[in-house]
Structure formats: structure tokens, C-alpha cells
């Protein structure tokens, strides 16, 4: 690979075990750099289809994207990591992102940001078989407490999900990446770079994708796609400087066209700075037909 940048397919966790499989074996035949699983609320846990596409797999890494420590603790963050990294012989990431939607399972997120650092804390001292403890508002580690097998490695790389100046200031850190989950805006992605504060870190944009030869019908595909995430990330670009009845433009929360035109789109964000672009859910009409094209059509145009 001559890429100076990195590829993935972001996954939603809808789908039956073989697709898994056949999507994992076509990403990684064709050269796609890396996996990534939502977990988002009410669709199956990213875990399973990680390991899943661990076991049929040899190069391209794998990780959620991203859990959050209010619907799983750190410890079991960890243990997952952990699992992951030794499933895949060493190639997993940890994603952790401040979770949305929490109000439909009745849980205060307001405090969200301390919860979040805290748990990349658990996660560290954890996974460092470190057993001094750990006390915190949110978690607590009585002296002694560990897992009870090996890691892999004592450190599995952590990605840290946001939009947030503060946020992404302290991921700068403690991540190996952040991801500005929701965009395709390269003006974005020259700002999380001014907020990071860390040139070492990289930076991962992913958004909803829809590749077909039909530009027009990917377009409005991806425009039902989008609705879900919208009124999360709709209004945290500071760079669109939107009015309150603005509609946000599709063309920069999505990656949606014919092959060509998505290309152009990737190659945009790399020339603004990211490291890595992830193509999320449903990658086409059908995800099976958008990876074909994503594998087959979109990726010999970046390189």
C-alpha cells in the first residue's frame, strides 16, 4: 500500500453472523486498513461481531466504535478489549465516546466527561495488571482488584470519540486517536487539530456512507440514513456557523455519491488532515454491494 492514510469501514451491528465474515475476508483481500463496530444503543454488542471478524482475519485492526463506561463498566471495557486483542493476536483498539441516547435507559450523561476519563483511568490500570486501585466519583477499584489471565498486551490503543474543545484537548493525552464520528467536513478537521493540541495523535473522520454508480439515488439513501445521527452531531460543527433553522448540509455529515465522487470526498478530508477515513453504515444500496464498490472502485482511486 502506497497510502500515507488509512481506510475503514465503520459497521452497524445488525447483521447475521456470515455477513461478518464475508465483509472481514472482502476488507481485508482488498486492502482496507481497518474494522470498526457501532455500539449503539439496542443493536447487538460490538464485541460479538469483532470477534467474529477476529478469527477470519490476519491484518487489518479492529475495534468498537465506540462504547461508553454508563452502559458498560470499565472493568468489563477491559475484559473486552483484552479478549479482542487476544482473538485478533494483537491488532484490536478500544473506542470509548461519552455515549448518546442515554435518557431512553433513564441515565444522567451531564457528568459524562469525568465518567469518561475516569474509565480510560480503570481502563489503563487494568489492563496493566496495576492492582494499587482506583477511587474515583464515578468508579472505584478496591487495592487488589485485577483480571485474573494475561492481556496480550498490557496496552491496547485507545481512541477517544468527540466533538468537544475540552474533550479532545484531553484526549490529545491519553489517545492514540480521536474521532470526530458524524463528519466529512475537512474544515472540521482543521479544527479538532487546533483543539488536540498533539500532532502525534490522529485524527479519524467517519460519517454515513453510500456509494453506487447512481450518485443521485446514494444521496438520498444517505440522507435517510443520516436522520438518526443528525440531531446529535447536526449542531456541534462550530465551522458551519448555522442558523437555528438551518437545515446542516448533507454533503458534510455524509460520504455519499458514485465511487469517484466519494473518493474525492476522502482525498478532501486527507488534505485537511486526517489520518484516517472511515467509511461507515450502509457503505452502499445494500452494504455488501457498497463494500464491493468501496473495495473494488473507491479504494484504487485513493492510492
Known amino acids: 500500500m502506497s497510502r ?3 481506510v475503514g469501514l465503520g459497521l452497524q451491528s445488525d447483521k447475521q453472523p456470515a455477513e461478518y465474515e464475508a465483509i472481514a475476508r472482502r476488507a481485508e483481500a482488498a486492502g482496507i486498513d481497518v474494522l470498526s463496530v457501532y455500539h449503539d444503543l ?13 478469527r477470519v482475519t490476519e491484518r487489518i485492526r479492529l475495534g468498537p466504535s465506540a462504547v461508553n463506561p454508563y452502559t458498560l463498566h470499565p472493568v468489563e471495557l477491559a475484559g473486552q478489549a483484552a479478549a479482542l486483542d487476544l482473538a485478533s493476536g494483537g491488532r484490536a483498539y478500544l473506542g470509548l465516546v461519552q455515549g448518546a441516547w442515554l435518557d ?11 465518567a469518561l476519563k475516569e474509565a480510560a483511568e480503570v481502563v489503563r490500570l487494568v489492563l496493566a495488571g496495576d492492582r494499587s486501585g ?16 494475561e492481556p496480550l498486551r498490557p496496552e491496547i490503543p485507545l481512541l477517544v470519540g468527540s466533538w468537544r474543545p ?9 489517545a492514540r486517536e480521536v474521532k470526530l464520528g458524524g463528519t466529512a467536513n475537512p474544515e472540521m478537521v482543521r479544527q479538532a487539530r487546533e483543539w488536540i493540541g498533539n500532532d502525534d495523535v490522529r485524527i479519524v473522520a467517519g460519517a454515513v456512507s453510500v456509494v453506487d454508480e447512481d450518485g443521485a439515488t446514494a444521496r438520498a439513501r444517505a440522507r435517510e440514513h443520516v436522520q438518526v445521527y443528525l440531531p446529535v452531531v447536526g449542531r456541534l460543527d462550530p465551522t458551519l456557523h448555522l442558523a437555528e433553522d438551518e437545515e446542516p448540509p448533507l454533503e458534510l455529515f455524509t460520504f455519499a455519491g458514485t465511487p469517484e465522487e466519494v473518493a474525492a470526498q476522502v482525498l478532501e478530508l486527507v488534505d485537511a ?3 484516517r ?9 445494500t452494504t455488501l454491494g457498497g463494500v464491493d464498490l468501496i473495495c473494488d472502485r473507491v479504494l484504487p482511486l485513493l492510492g
Do not use: C, K
Open 4 to 6: 500515507s492514510f488509512e
Open 42 to 54: 439496542f443493536y447487538q454488542p460490538a464485541i460479538a461481531p469483532l470477534l467474529l471478524m477476529a
Open 104 to 114: 431512553q435507559l433513564g441515565l444522567d450523561g451531564r457528568q459524562s466527561f469525568s
Open 134 to 149: 482506583f477511587s474515583g466519583r464515578h468508579f472505584t477499584l478496591a487495592p487488589g482488584t485485577g483480571l485474573n489471565y
Open 166 to 174: 475540552r474533550m479532545l484537548a484531553w484526549a490529545g493525552t491519553v
Open 273 to 275: 488532515g486526517a489520518d
Open 277 to 285: 477515513v472511515e467509511l461507515g453504515t450502509p457503505q452502499g444500496l
